[in-house]
Structures are given as C-alpha cells and as structure tokens.
C-alpha cells in the first residue's frame, strides 16, 4: 500500500489581495520597459563586466563584506524611526530620510558600474497610520540574455516600528528587523551590479511591512498587472540575528539566548508540490553546488514546512499569492508569537531594543553586536548566489509521466532545448532530495524502490556549466498508478464482464490482451463490497482471451454485489462489478 505522508501544515492568515491600493507606478520612467523585456539588450552589456559563472561564484564570495554590511547598519541609526507613517520631510530623521539614503547608495552602485544600475522608487497611495503616499526604492539589473524579459526579485523591508504598530514617534531603530535585510539588499546591488546576466534583477526595499505587507503588496500588483514575468521572489526579513529567541524554529536553537551562527531557515508556501518550496530546494541545492567549498564558515539551509513562522508573514507572501514562486530567509532570532493582544506578549523586534549593539565599556563606541555581521555576510551569499544561478539558469523540463513497470519506477520527461544532463530529484519524507541523478536522455528508472512509500519526482536541465534549470512540476507515485493503467490500456489490456452474470454458482472471469507485453505476474482478486478480498488466482496473459473460473462459496457469502479487480506487478488496473444472485 502507498502511503500518505503528513507534514504539519499551517494555515497562515495572512492575505493582501483585495487591499486598496491606487496610482502605482515607477517615479523613474526608464524602468518600465526593462521589467517587461522591451529593450535592446546590447545597451547594458558593459565593456568591463564579470560574465563567467565559475569567476562570478568566486568573486560574489570575495567581494561581499561584512564591514559594509556593519557600515550600512551604522549609517541608518540616526534616521530614529523608520516608520511609514514617519517623518518625510526631514532630511536626517524618519522615513523621509531614509529612502532618500537607500535612493542614493543604488545611485553611487551605478555610477560605479558603468550605468547599468536603474533606480527608481515605486510610487502608491493608500492610508497607511495617516500616511498617504508611499515609496519602495527598486535597482534593476537590466539582463542581457533571451530570457531578458524574466525578473528575479531580491528585496527586503526598510520600514521599522515598535509595539503600537501607528506609533509614528517611538525610537524604532529596527536593526534586525529589518535592516539586517535592507543592509544586505544593498550589498548584493553594490556587488552584483557589475555582473552580466541573461535574466533581469529587480532590487527592492520595500515600506509599510509592518503594517501588512504593502510595499510588496504594490510591486506584486503592478507586476500582475503589467504581464511581468516574475521568475523567483528572495525576501529577507530578520537575516542577522544569532541569538536564539523563545520562538526559534528548530533546528539549531537548543534554547533561548543559546547562539546559532549556523542555521539558515527558507520558508515557502505550500505542501509537497508546490513552485515555491521547489525554489526553496533550488536555493539550498545552488548553494551547495556553487559556493558551500569557497565559505570557510558553511551555513546549513533548512527548508522548512510552513510560509512563515507562526503566526508571522513576510513581503513573500503578496507574490505568491499571485503565482509567483518566492521564499522568505530568515534567522535564529525569533521570539513571541506576534500577539499583541497577549498581555504576557514581548518582542525582540516591534520595540525600542531591536538595536545594532551596545557600548559596554562606556567608551562611546558599540563594541558588542546583536547583528552578527558574518552571519548576514553568509546570508547575502546564499541570496547572491540564488540569484545568479536563477539569472543564468537553462530553462525548466517538463516532466511527463511517472509509470511503475517491472524494471522500476519509470520517470520521462520533455525540454525544450536540449540539455548536456538532466537533474532528477527523488523525495520521500522530507522537503528535501532523497536522491539526485543525473543522466543524459529521457526516460530514467528508479529500481528498487520500497513498495510502502510515497514518492515525489521532479527534473531539473543542467546547462554546460552545470547550471541547473529551477525544478520540472512534481509528480507523485500515486500519479503512476494511474500511469499504469494507461500503459495496460495502450497494450489493449480489458478486464471482461463476467459470464454469466448474475450468476448462481460459477462464473469466467476473462481478460483479452491486444499486444503481448511484458510484465511478472497478473492475477485477480475478488472482494466484497466491503472491500474486504476474499479469492485470489493468478491469470496468464497472453494475447487473445485469457480466462479463469471462479466458484463462490456461498455457504460463507452471501446474495449481493461483488468486486473482481486485475493487478499487473502487484498494482491493480481495473476493477467490475458482478452480482451473485443464488
Ligand atoms: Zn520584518
């Protein structure tokens, strides 16, 4: 018997479709044919630019530095608060402020990258804590390649607040949460801006996070309604903290305050089949792939089962509601459950303490962190590296079928283009590969596989370089049974209608066979309506009619409705009814 597996699934509440949102649209003119693929790429292809995948791997890792992702944190303490409802008049302090500092730190990246950096802020109106008009600051990466009009989203919230989530006045440094992300958004743009890629890259801080989500709420809605091809969505939220809260999800927190450097946690939506958690994979798998050898510190990628963590969501959420793959990294450092109706409820983010450290030694410096800045180092690689091979990647197989025969579970698949190798991924209990193969041409057999498990097949195209395509749709072993169904079928394997029928003592069971075919035993099994099987006999089959007699015991059965079912290898293919009517 195949069985079910149950991973805990938890029902997030949080959605952004339906939200009021009016006047969307990019400050910057320029961006707009560049989201949807409209423009000739030769204009971006830099005459000094990184382009080799292995020396882009190299240099991503080299050139990060977690001294700029601490000077970044640095520069936004004196905004006070970046609320979104803040200040936006001042040019030091609050919300204002701030994008103004984000504007120009994408603007100094491109005139250090030959000008193929595009800033914009995306511009919307909506009541937010009194606020009307809001800003998302956008850098993007114009690709160079044919898949030029596909965009990859790494983004973050820049927005912070305290507990009283319109409290507009309050010290709100938010240094993890979240400029922890926002640091490392505008890392990956400094770095990366000088890369030439095929997909485009659309670098985002976004606003109003903490009130639901609605600068990405307005990036997504502009997207869908704009055709823009959203390839993959990165979202980081809360990506530098190593000391563990009350909450941290497991693994790797033993216990409040206990350190973990080392765990990196990608939420994503759905259950076993779902886009979204197969990027998840993805990420994990290009980590390890590409630059886990170049990391002296290697981080562990855990793809975890839920969206977010409990009762918690993230700027991922508004694009995956609209179809879009996306996934959310985030740290150790979890504590409470959000409820603020609670009266027991603390934080460690939504309160005045979410601050970059502290100056022990009275001597006017920070001189102990609670942003570990290696730790947001490793994470900006992961994301970096995402990224890339997402932009570079071949494009995705389609995979086919899944048929159980007598020589294993057979997996074939279609692409498009043809691919040096191909990437087949076997799962069973967890997010995560059993198996990875790979091989040359369509179909593959997985043999040997146990009878009592459930499996989910994808396929993946690696490129010369050994890039890998984001992974096929996923099928599953109960999609086989069917499949082997079809394949009986295609050999004109039928199960007859029982003669005679009603029938009072015995009766022939027959199967006619069109094509002879291949396979280790057949045999019929006859059950109650119950369901319970109460005769088995095996059955030859051969081309033509095959037959056997059945006799029903009526001393022990009675008058009624019977089943008789035709397996092939173990699995059946057809069942009838007959009826015995003494
Ligand atoms: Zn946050």
Redesign the pocket.
Known sequence: MLRLILLPIIIVVWCTIGITQTNIHPTNPDVIPIWTGDYDPTDYIPSVGIADPDVIFQDLVQSLKPDNLKDCLIEMIPFHTRHTGSDTLSNTEGIGAARIWAHQKFESFNSTNGERLLVSYLQFDQEICSMGRHKNITATLPGVGPHRDEVIIIEA?YDSRCHEVCDIECQAHGME??AS?SALVLELARVMSQYVLDRTIIFMLTIG??QGLHGANALAQYCEDNDINVYAVLNN??VGGIICGETASPPGCPGLNDIDSINVRLYSHGFIDSPSKGLARYVKLQYQDNVRDLMTVKPIVNVMGSEDRVGRG?DHIPFRERGYSAVRFTSANEHGSADTSDPEYHDR?HTEEDILGVDTDNDGVLDSFFVSFSYLNRNAILNGNAAISIAMSPETPTLESLDLTHEGLRVTWTSDIDCPQYAIGLRSETNDFDTLVYVTESPYFFKDLSDDQFYVVSVSCVDEYGIESLPSNDLFTFDAISSVQQVTQSHGVHLLQNRPNPFDDQTTIAVMVDQEFDYDTAEITVSTAQGQAIYTSPITLGKGINTIQYTHQSHRHQDGVYYYTLSIDGLPTETKTMVYAY
């Open positions: 919230h949460d979240n992300g996070e903490e939220d809360i993230g983010q």
